[in-house]
C-alpha cells in the first residue's frame, strides 16, 4: 500500500494504485484455464487503468499476443508511448484513419464492404474478419464469405472473429453463436483460409466452451472484475482508487449538507470533507447513497457528490484528519469495496465506473 510520503504523490489529492501483482496473476489464470493466447483489450485508457502502463506491464508475456483497443487513435498513442507488441484495432477502419493505421504499424478488424474496400486500396495486408454471429452492431453476414474471399485476395486474413452480446446472461443465444461461428470456421477452412486466430470469447465467454478457437479477447476479467453472476474464475481487482481528507468539521442539528441542501442533520455530526467528486468520476448518483472507507470504516456520503469534494459522516470513527487516506474503490484493511457494489448502487455496471475514473486521478503501479 502507497502512503502519503511517497514522493510522487506528493500534491495529488486522488491517485490510482494499479496492482502489477493482481494484474499478472490474472492473466496467468485466465491463461491456465484457457490454454489459448489471450488478446488483451486496452481500450478506453484500458478501462481507466492507464493503457500505457497496462500495455508496458503486459507486453511483456508471450502469451499474450495482441493489445486490443477501440480506434486507431487509441493505437497511435501507445505507439508513441514505445508499445512494440502488435496492436488490433477493434472498432474497425474508416477511409480518414488509413493513414494512422500505417504510420503506426496497426491490425483493423474489418466488419464491412467498404472496409475491405478501404484496406484494399491503400495496401493494408493484414486483418482480422468480424463476423455478426448475433450481437447485431458490426460485422459481415454469415453469408458473405465467399465474397469476403474473392475481395480480399492479396490480404493476409490473420484473425476472424465474433462477438458475443449476451454471455452474461443468455446462455441460449451465446451457444447458438458458437455453433454458427464453428460453421463459419469451417467455411472459411473449406476455402484454404486458416487465420491464425480464431477468437470469440470475451470475459463472459470464457464460461463457455469453444474448443475451435484458439485465442480469447478479454478486457473486464483481467482487470478483475466478473463479468456475471457464474464466472468461476478467481480473479481479484487490479485497481484501487485513493483520495484524501481535507476537512474535518462539524454539523449542527437541523443543518444541511452541500449544493441542493439534500441532507439535513438529525442530530450534532462530524463531517469530513473528501477531494473526491464527479469529476473525478464518482457517480453523482451516489449521493446520500454511497460510502467510502477510512481506517477500514464505511463512512455514508451525505447530500450532493459535487464536481470535487464529496462530504461523508464522520461522526463515528475517531481520530480522523485531514491528509487521511480515503478508499474510493478497493482495499482498505479488511474492508473492500468492489466496482461491482458502486455500479449497482447506480444502476449500471462495473465497466462504466471503471471507465469514469477521470485524468486527475493520477495512476500509480505498485
Ligand atoms: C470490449 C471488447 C471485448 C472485451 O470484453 P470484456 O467483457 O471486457 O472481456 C472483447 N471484444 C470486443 C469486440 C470488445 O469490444
Known amino acids: 500500500m502507497i502512503t502519503e510520503d511517497k514522493i510522487y504523490l506528493k500534491g495529488f489529492r486522488s491517485w490510482a494504485e494499479i496492482s502489477k501483482e493482481r494484474l499478472l496473476n490474472n492473466v496467468e489464470i485466465i ?8 488478446l488483451a483489450v486496452v481500450k478506453a485508457d484500458a478501462y481507466g487503468h492507464s493503457a500505457e502502463k497496462i500495455s508496458k506491464i503486459l507486453e511483456e508475456i508471450p502469451y499474450i499476443k495482441y493489445l ?7 493505437g497511435k498513442e501507445l ?13 474497425g477502419i474508416l477511409p480518414d484513419e488509413v493513414k494512422c493505421f500505417k504510420e503506426y504499424n496497426l491490425v ?25 454471429t448475433g450481437m447485431h452492431r458490426l460485422g ?3 453469408e458473405d464469405i465467399l465474397e469476403i474471399i474473392n475481395k480480399s485476395n492479396g490480404i493476409e486474413i490473420e484473425g476472424i472473429m465474433s462477438h458475443f452480446p449476451s454471455a452474461d446472461t443468455d446462455p441460449e443465444l451465446t451457444e447458438r453463436q458458437i455453433d454458427i461461428f464453428r460453421k463459419v470456421v469451417n467455411n472459411f477452412r473449406s476455402h ?18 469453444c474448443d475451435y478457437c484458439n485465442a480469447v479477447r478479454v478486457g473486464i476479467s483481467i482487470y478483475g472484475e466478473k463479468p456475471s453472476s457464474f464466472f468461476s474464475l478467481p480473479v481479484k481487482t487490479v485497481m484501487s482508487v485513493k483520495s484524501k481528507v481535507i476537512t474535518v468539521k462539524r454539523l449542527r442539528k437541523g443543518e444541511t449538507v452541500s449544493y441542493g441542501g439534500t441532507f439535513r442533520a438529525p442530530a450534532d455530526m462530524k463531517i469530513g470533507i473528501v477531494a473526491f467528486g464527479y469529476a473525478d468520476g464518482l457517480p453523482r448518483e451516489l449521493s446520500n447513497k454511497g460510502y467510502f472507507l477510512i481506517k477500514d470504516r464505511k ?23 485531514p491528509m487521511d487516506t480515503v478508499t474510493i474503490v478497493g482495499k482498505d484493511i479488511e474492508n473492500e469495496i468492489y466496482f461491482e457494489d458502486i455500479a449497482q448502487m447506480c444502476g449500471t455496471i462495473p465497466y462504466e465506473i471503471m471507465c469514469r475514473i477521470s485524468k486527475r486521478v493520477k495512476r500509480v503501479v505498485v
Not at 31 to 38: C, E, L, M
Not at 68 to 74: K, L
Not at 79 to 90: S, W
Not at 192 to 209: C, E
Open 68 to 74: 486490443c483497443v477501440a480506434t486507431a487513435e487509441e
Open 108 to 132: 483493423p478488424v474489418v466488419s464491412d464492404f467498404n472496409q475491405l474496400k478501404t484496406v484494399k486500396e491503400n495496401h493494408i495486408k493484414k486483418v482480422h474478419i468480424k463476423i455478426d
Open 31 to 38: 491463461y491456465r484455464y484457457t490454454k489459448k493466447d489471450i
Open 79 to 91: 505507439r508513441k508511448a514505445g508499445i512494440k507488441k502488435d496492436i488490433l484495432v477493434l472498432g
Open 299 to 321: 463512512v455514508k456520503i451525505l447530500g450532493n457528490v459535487t464536481m470535487d469534494m464529496t462530504v461523508v459522516d464522520l461522526t463515528d470513527v475517531e481520530d480522523v484528519k
Open 192 to 209: 484454404r483460409i486458416y487465420p491464425a486466430f480464431v477468437h470469440l470469447q470475451n470475459s463472459a465467454g470464457l464460461m463457455y466452451d
Open 140 to 142: 459481415f453476414f454469415v
